[in-house]
């Protein structure tokens, strides 16, 4: 009876070790995949049962049991990340639990540039193969509350940048990062701007800064630009800048702006109304704030293109109307 057990206990210790092999072979053995690269999203407050049978149905050749064993042998099947992931050909079902514990979702990017309008961005948020699109469609002032904003009008709000995100992430999160970032932004210039800028508040900074965007694309210029508009504010002159005038036309501009246009009263035009127009016309980059709110001292109060991505500055209407008639023949004053 003795030998029999020690017999018994002998196979049953020759099956488990060739359990524990086969169990450590099949870990280890890549798994097949119906396409490359396998994408999946696993939902918020998903177990591990439901995230094996989203892996599965997404094209993972692999048992949902052996993930759902893995996860409780090394006691972590509580402790996956949602998101959206991303594996590749040759990944192992040890490899693609340690993926699922740390969170390792899979990115896209989506770059904001400086100068774009609210409509541009958007135009090209909403063309993003890898966000939900949960604002598609929604009202401006709408989208607004969505992401928590006080203000209604979006324009010149969102900071422009490169933002990372998980792949099937809402767009509405993108949203509310670069509205944050451009509060930050905001906020620390303002704190450490000149001293009596003619600027209301931070908002009306971030109106000039937007103006500043657009005026100029040259470095070097940017502060000189923004010493001419904060000059004439404070001696209540005509900001008289092209920009505005092309923003308040909206659709109806034609890329050729016109003596009418010039004319045409609307809330943005600047030669026909005095101050800052009602929001700003673009989005800003850091650049642009730091000039509106750190303008150097200088007497300027006109420019004018050169025509080589440079501004001739001139102190007096006289030398401005020569600056022109020299780098814009037939250029109107």
Do not use: C
Request: net charge neutral; hydrophobic share 45%; no cysteine.
């Amino acid at each position: 009876m003795r030998k029999l057990l020690v017999k018994l206990f002998l196979v049953a210790a020759v099956v488990l070790l060739l359990l524990v092999a086969a169990l450590a072979w099949v870990v280890q053995t890549p798994i097949g995949m119906a396409h490359e690269p396998l994408e999946f999203t696993i939902l918020p407050g998903s177990s591990m049962r439901a995230a094996a049978r989203e892996i599965a149905a997404a094209g993972a050749e692999t048992p949902s049991w052996l993930l759902l064993l893995l996860g409780k042998w090394q006691r972590v099947d509580t402790s996956i990340k949602a998101g959206s992931y991303e594996i590749a050909r040759g990944v192992t079902p040890l490899e693609l639990l340690s993926k699922l514990t740390r969170g390792d979702v899979s990115q896209s990017d989506l770059v904001f540039i400086e100068g774009w309008t609210f409509r541009q961005m958007r135009e090209r948020l909403d063309a993003h193969p890898d966000l939900r699109h949960d604002t598609a469609g929604l009202p401006e002032a709408d989208l607004m509350r969505l992401i928590g904003a006080p203000e209604a009008a979006a324009e010149g709000l969102f900071f422009p940048d490169t933002y990372f995100f998980a792949k099937r992430s809402s767009d509405v999160d993108l949203l509310a990062r670069a509205y944050r970032a451009m509060q930050q932004h905001l906020a620390r210039e303002w704190q450490a701007r000149a001293a009596e800028l003619p600027y209301a508040d931070a908002y009306q900074a971030l109106i000039m800064a937007s103006i500043v965007e657009k005026e100029t694309g040259r470095a070097d210029d940017r502060p000189l630009v923004a010493g001419v508009f904060v000059n004439r504010l404070r001696q209540g002159m005509l900001l008289q800048t092209d920009p505005t005038v092309i923003y308040g036309l909206g659709d109806a501009f034609d890329g050729n702006l016109r003596k009418r246009d010039l004319l045409a009263d609307t809330p943005f035009n600047t030669y026909t109304r005095r101050g800052l127009p009602p929001t700003p016309i673009a989005m800003p980059g850091l650049a642009s704030l730091q000039a509106a709110l750190h303008p150097p001292a200088t007497e300027a109060l006109y420019f004018v293109a050169r025509g080589d991505g440079s501004s001739h500055f001139s102190p007096s209407l006289d030398e401005h109307n020569r600056a022109v008639r020299r780098f814009q023949k037939g250029g109107r004053p």
